[in-house]
């Protein structure tokens, strides 16, 4: 039977965990306080029914964040839409239910997705930024605006270069879309490139990359830099090659 006392010693507890942010858990033990059967429920149960709901709540805030912070946000592509149809075929066969794990994220794989202009290559690379914002640290960027970026922050202010670029390393997922869309013709960007792509690589941190390039042809993209173009190419091509064939024009 729950007393006077009893709600004395609840109300106070449900306050201060309003006060700690922890709305969730407060509602649900006020909730159960006031059923008939607060006092018959199992110690184990309770806690399993007071800390579920703050949990998702803090998965969901986690996830919406990184979505946020992956420049992701709304984006509406899923890898569930990622299948061979009448319009393109993911090669080799069975590819996009593989990566879908993530398991390439947590041993720190590289991927280069491949494909003609508009055959699917954005939405691939977004739809895996979005299923791995769940569990991992994720950006999404333009290439070129973001070796740009890079560049000039790092003839400017080497300290803020390095801190951004620390950052950039620390990612799990790095995604760099429409790479090598047009010729690097700056050393300093090409020597900002390889070195972005070298130190992920150390760190075993994963980076995607989306060309409509094959990777045989990126030297004449890069300075026709053969060396520069090798290492680069190494790099983004180590682990997986996802090829995305068009069936029909688009």
Known sequence: MKTTTTAQAIDPIV??????????????????YNTPAFLEIDRVELLTRLIEPEYHAFIN????????????????QELSSCVDSADRVYVPEGVVKTLSTGNYIRNGMNICILGASNSGKTYLSKAMGIAACTDFTVEYYCTEELIEQLSDIKEQDLAKYNKRKKHLCKLDLLILDDFLLHSITDE?????????????AEALKSTIVCSQRLPQNWKVMILNDE????????????????????????
């Open 61 to 76: 805030r986690r996830y919406t964040s990184r979505l946020k912070f992956a420049h992701l946000s709304g984006c509406p």
């Open 15 to 32: 306050d201060e965990l309003m006060t700690i942010g922890m709305k969730k858990t407060a509602e649900t033990l006020d909730e159960l």
């Open 188 to 200: 300093r960007q090409v020597k900002v490139l390889h070195e972005l792509l070298n130190k992920r």
């Open 227 to 250: 060396i520069a173009a090798d290492a680069i190419e190494k790099r983004a091509t180590k682990h997986y090659i996802v090829m995305i064939e068009s069936k029909k024009d688009e």
